[in-house]
């Protein structure tokens, strides 16, 4: 766990996940330094959390790694290409980041002899449709080789699906339009996905750190919810009163499944526990 006073390196930390998991390292009596390729959001990070040391760089970079990592107990690699849809034509950006990056990671840990690294994966590496999900297969895949080759280092990977209204998220994009009464865009209602909460992803972390033994994934018991039952929920909470739900259905779009897994020899998220829409309300 967290030991006071040491320091901890948060990649991607300017991220929506990333800050809320820096506020938590805090909090336990941690220090973080944090490397992105956002100078903007470093800097927003920076006047809220002000004993933060903050790098401006990029996972790629192995010189980069290095100077970030220097002097760290542990790591939190977050720091990922994320879009799906994007990965697909972007597959150079996401290997880079995903792949490459993830290895500047795992050898610069070794380099500094750190006590753990704790990678963040994605329920996409369990069914693999796209590059996003190829791209985080293969670094789990990573943290499984070096685990058996370096069992001086705990190296953990969690896996998990949607945080709830993170970067790039399309609830805050329907949030936008649903209360501006304007027609919101669909790829496939009967599609179903996991969700939970930024605070439910960060408790994860902690858990695995705390209960996992080996790098294998470790995974959340979680119901998923269909897009549509979330779209209703969304309606019924932010949709002006007395307009109706304007819906333009375009179909899955490459890198995408109509159902996903959390566990590759496990059931589809439409065979198991689904969320009400009265439960999506309150979780949105």
């Not at 959390?262 to 829409?277: A, Q, T």
Request: charged share 25%; hydrophobic share 35%.
């Amino acid at each position: 766990m967290i030991k006071k006073d040491k320091k901890y390196l948060v990649t991607g930390g300017s991220g929506f996940l990333g800050e809320e998991l820096i506020k938590r390292i805090i909090d336990h009596g941690g220090n973080v330094v944090t490397i992105s390729r956002d100078e903007g959001k470093l800097i927003e990070l920076k006047q809220k959390y002000p004993q933060v040391e903050i790098l401006t760089g990029d996972v790629y970079d192995r010189f980069d790694v290095q100077q970030a990592i220097k002097g760290c107990n542990g790591i939190f690699h977050l720091a990922a290409f994320k879009h799906v849809g994007m990965a697909e034509t972007l597959t150079r950006e996401c290997t880079k980041s995903n792949v490459i990056g993830s290895m500047n990671i795992l050898e610069e840990s070794v380099n500094d002899k750190v006590e753990f690294v704790l990678g963040i994966s994605t329920d996409k590496a369990a069914q693999i449709s796209g590059i996003y999900g190829a791209s985080k297969y293969i670094m789990e895949k990573l943290f499984s080789q070096f685990e058996s080759n370096y069992p001086n280092i705990d190296f953990r990977i969690v896996r998990y699906g949607n945080v709830l209204y993170s970067t790039g998220s399309v609830l805050c994009k329907w949030k936008d339009l649903l209360q501006r009464g304007q027609e919101v865009i669909v790829t496939a209602p009967e599609a179903t996905r996991y969700f939970w909460t930024i605070e439910q992803a960060v408790d994860l972390i902690f858990d695995c750190m705390k209960n996992a033994t080996n790098s294998k994934p470790y995974v959340p018991e979680m119901k998923s919810m269909s897009v549509g039952d979330l779209l209703q929920a969304m309606s019924q909470k932010y949709l002006p009163r007395g307009l109706k739900l304007k819906m333009k259905t375009i179909g899955l779009q490459p890198g995408e499944n109509l159902h996903e897994k959390i566990i590759e020899d496990g059931k589809y998220s439409n065979e198991v526990d689904k969320f009400s829409i009265e439960e999506i309300k309150e979780m949105i």
